[in-house]
């Protein structure tokens, strides 16, 4: 027979052994349930230059070397993340606040010191700088969109490289329902009440959009024809006559010039001027490929057909 001192000490130990075993095994599950969390949180994105941009985490210094990006970032709720822009950065308002790290020639000295997780680009305007910080070994990611869902397509990948996919997602889904409001109050309009229209992007010398531009898209999405659609560039110079023989009816300022163009003695027999449809429009919200592209849309077609907008 065993003493039951003896037997109580046995189980005891076998007891602390188990409890042991158990917290050895709790710890590991820990471990490897943080090792997979944290393996999550890495991001692997390809962006429109078709680089894969690898990041170890939701970047918290981001700056953006691209007006257009700059906005995208502001609108996903990022403002306390971004810690430098360019000097061309002048929207929301909070961005002019931000450190600048150049213009169209970049500090790149600057950067450096700044220690970004991610800088945040244009890929066709910029891929000299997307190499160069790419080389000093900075992350670069570089979007390039060339149509309105394009801008739809880099919010989602600069949502999904920050970590604010849901943000983005939310965006685009806004975006889009606007952008179809807009096609459904045009959608019966006949190709005869599609007024013919002239963007000018400067006075001297004259010079429009032409096809492949944000402009053009948005003229026709907004139930317009854009005149100089059929120019063989896309900023083509446009001749006084030309536009004369194309008689716009509705004529869209970008360069603030509103009282020079209407004091244009040859152009008073244009329908637009006759009839009084000269009208001013920020520039940002034709050409810049950020969410505001929708509030120029939405101004357009505005104009273009104030009688479906009562």
């Not at 110079?237 to 603030?256: C, G, H, K, M, Q």
């Amino acid at each position: 027979m065993v003493p039951l001192k003896r037997t109580r000490t046995a189980r005891h130990g076998i007891g602390l052994a188990l409890v042991v075993v158990l917290a050895v095994v709790v710890w590991g599950l820990h471990m490897s349930q943080g090792a997979g969390a944290s393996a999550s949180r890495a991001i692997t994105v390809t962006d429109d230059l078709g680089r894969n941009v690898v990041l170890s985490r939701p970047p918290e210094r981001i700056i953006s070397i691209a007006p257009s990006n700059t906005e995208i970032l502001f609108a996903l709720g990022l403002a306390d993340r971004v810690i430098g822009v360019t000097d061309s950065c002048d929207y929301p308002v909070e961005a002019k606040a931000k450190p600048k790290v150049g213009s169209v020639q970049l500090d790149y000295e600057k950067i450096i010191a700044m220690r970004p997780d991610l800088v945040v680009a244009v890929g066709s305007l910029q891929r000299q700088a997307v190499t160069r910080l790419s080389e000093l070994g900075i992350t670069v990611l570089a979007v390039d969109p060339k149509s309105i869902d394009g801008v739809l397509r880099a919010i989602t990948l600069i949502g999904k490289a920050t970590g604010t996919e849901d943000r983005a997602s939310e965006i685009v889904r806004e975006l889009s329902a606007r952008m179809e409001r807009i096609a459904q109050r045009i959608a019966s309009l006949k190709p005869s009440e599609r007024p013919r229209v002239f963007v000018e992007i400067w006075n001297e010398p004259l010079m429009t959009a032409g096809p492949g531009t944000f402009i053009d898209e948005l003229v026709s999405a907004a139930g317009g024809q854009n005149i100089a659609h059929d120019a063989k560039s896309e900023w083509p110079e446009f001749s006084p006559e030309a536009v004369i023989e194309r008689d716009p009816e509705v004529v869209i300022l970008t360069n603030f010039n509103r009282t020079e163009a209407l004091a244009r003695p040859a152009w008073h027999g244009i329908s637009a001027y006759r009839t009084g449809r000269v009208y001013e429009v920020h520039p940002d919200l034709l050409v810049r490929p950020g969410p505001r592209l929708v509030d120029g849309l939405e101004a357009l077609a505005r104009l273009f057909h104030p009688e479906l907008f009562r």
